[in-house]
């Protein structure tokens, strides 16, 4: 992962509450897989606010998009929505995630793409990476009305050169239509399972993506696995998944001695000085690493505490720890010795990390 400063190159309004941004790198280094996304650092009323943002753009697009849904009471999401225009630079820490569409299996593979309202940013990203040449990929996804529907339009032209197959379910009471991809109503398990059996010819050796509301994508994955769909071949991206319970964690019930490197920063006559700092600190039986840095007074990035958004990556340069939960870093990133800190819990005495 690296941090950069971008500025906004454009916005797109896709629907009444969800906002498209196109980035301008200004020609830095940077590149990410389909399916994977970025965290925002944004001071708000004078709070440090770090969210998480799935690329909608493809991999080879000039200009990395993310695309945002206003949400009640969100603070970055209203922000973001109100000041993205106005906003001149952005604090961007990318990339994360392993919900990611691997080129073998999009060269060998029918790609089934299940979406549910925003969760279709990351599949965006995953489908117009897809190379539909040679199986075209099945889209199946669920709004409330067409309107509501992000990248309704493109997918419709997507759609009409045959390079997509959809099926919608719109959930208003108000919606009608006579197209035949159209449902009117939830979908159900039922229906879910007609739909696959009857537009993916070997559904067994199909590859199947799954992001949106957390309810809407059990009913997915149980339609999937009710089809006897093997389980490596089902990938999910929960936004919010269940936080792991740590109170059956084994652990030897020794206090443990971890040093980190961190830095801090300092002004001096209105001037940043940025200092490297280390510290010996006491971690405690099943706590965390991240809270026992807090507890010690280290300033460390972090957002949500379950190991989704990777806020609070470091690097583990000795010892061991157990990961809990892991929906941020890819296998070359932990082959590297990167952690999620929230997440993390010394299982020998000689540990050492390093915070960015």
């Known amino acids: ?194 739909i696959i059996k009857r537009l993916v010819p070997e559904i067994n050796d199909a590859h199947y993506y799954i992001c949106g509301p957390t309810g809407l994508m059990d009913l997915y994955k149980n339609a999937l696995t009710g089809l006897n769909i093997p389980e490596e071949n089902i990938h999910l991206e929960y936004f919010d998944p269940v936080p792991v319970d740590v109170g059956d964690l084994e652990t030897d019930g020794v206090v443990k001695d971890v040093i980190v490197n961190y830095y801090e920063d300092y002004y001096e006559n209105d001037e940043k000085q940025t200092y490297e700092c280390t510290s010996l600190i006491e971690v405690q039986p099943k706590q965390s690493l991240l809270d026992a840095m807090k507890e ?15 806020a609070c990556w470091a690097v583990k340069t000795d010892g061991e720890v157990r990961m809990l939960h892991n929906g941020a870093l890819t296998e070359q990133d932990i082959a590297e010795g990167i952690i999620l800190l929230c997440q993390s819990y010394p299982t020998n005495a000689d540990v050492c990390v390093t915070v960015s």
């Not at 969800?18 to 399916?35: A, H, K, M, R, V």
């Not at 759609?159 to 959930?171: D, G």
């Not at 010690?296 to 990777?310: E, F, L, P, R, Y």
Request: charged share 20%.
């Open 1 to 194: 992962m690296k941090k950069f400063t971008w500025r906004t190159h454009k916005t797109v309004k896709e629907t009444q509450d969800t906002l498209t941004i196109y980035f301008e790198t200004d020609q830095q280094q940077f590149s990410y897989l389909p399916g994977q996304y970025l965290n925002i650092r944004c001071n708000i009323d004078g709070e440090m606010v770090i969210r998480s943002y799935s690329f909608s753009s493809k991999p080879s697009d000039p200009n990395p998009a993310i695309t945002v849904k206003r949400v009640t009471g969100g603070k970055m999401s209203n922000y973001i929505f109100e000041n993205a225009d106005q906003i001149e630079i952005w604090e961007i820490e990318a990339p994360f995630g392993n919900f990611v569409l691997e080129d073998t299996i999009a060269g060998q593979s029918k790609i089934v793409l299940l979406a549910g309202g925003s969760g279709i940013a990351p599949l965006f990203s995953m489908l117009n990476s897809i190379d539909s040449s040679r199986q075209i990929p099945l889209l199946i996804y669920s709004n409330k009305t067409p309107s509501e529907t992000i990248f309704y339009n493109e997918l419709e032209t997507l759609e009409i050169n045959e390079s997509l197959e959809i099926c919608y379910s719109f959930t208003s009471p108000e919606f009608i239509s006579t197209k035949i991809n159209h449902i009117a109503g939830r979908f159900s398990l039922l229906v879910l399972r007609s």
């Open 296 to 310: 010690h007074h280290i300033k460390v990035a972090s957002s949500c505490k379950n190991g989704t958004c990777g």
